[in-house]
């Protein structure tokens, strides 16, 4: 036990002494660099990061997920193919693949139901979504964005069975505190 204890205070002394190191910053240079949690959603523009992706469409397919009609299924695992989003905003730039594969993996690992890859012949329903956004202007050069993801679950003969979206705002002013 007490070799435990020791290991511990060794590691916090250790972290302690190479990140009190790092803050140090010669005389002469400026220090504009900081840590950053890979988690967070920090923004120095009015547009989507690889972390709202990931937020956005988590959150979408989850309400998808625990929907009552996907919850009616129970054990029974239909197939199901997730198309690639459409991008109806004003940004050709959104990487619409990747907004694809946090939606499959998504629905790959809720267990629910089996995905299957848009060349099968064989499958129950066909989910499909679409990135939209809207800009608005204000006085003094604020911008606000507002993106919506949405779900679609339809049948193979075209029949909606589900609609699932949410939303994401941001907001830029031009005196940006950066």
Not at 34 to 43: C, F
Not at 82 to 97: F, I, Q, S
Not at 103 to 111: A, G, P, R
Not at 113 to 136: C, G, H, N, P
Request: charged content about 25%; hydrophobic content about 40%; some cysteine.
């Amino acid at each position: 036990m007490k070799i435990a204890k020791k290991a511990i205070l060794l590691s916090i002394l250790s972290a302690t002494i190479v990140t009190t190191g790092c803050q140090s910053v010669p005389m002469g240079q400026q220090s504009d660099v900081a840590m950053v949690d890979p988690k967070g959603r920090g923004h120095l523009q009015a547009q989507l990061t690889m972390a709202d992706y990931v937020a956005l469409a988590e959150k979408v397919t989850n309400k998808m997920l625990v929907s009552k009609l996907v919850q009616k299924w129970g054990k029974r695992r239909p197939k199901v193919i997730a198309a690639v989003p459409v991008n109806n905003t004003d940004n050709e730039g959104v990487r619409m693949r990747d907004l694809h594969d946090r939606i499959q993996e998504t629905l790959f690992n809720s267990d629910v139901m089996r995905v299957v890859d848009k060349s099968a012949t064989s499958f129950d329903y066909v989910i499909k979504s679409e990135l939209t956004s809207t800009r608005q202007y204000g006085k003094g050069g604020q911008e606000l964005v507002h993106y919506t993801l949405q779900l679609k679950m339809f049948t193979l003969m075209g029949e909606l069975k589900g609609q699932w979206s949410d939303d994401l705002a941001m907001a830029k002013s031009e005196k940006s505190m950066f």
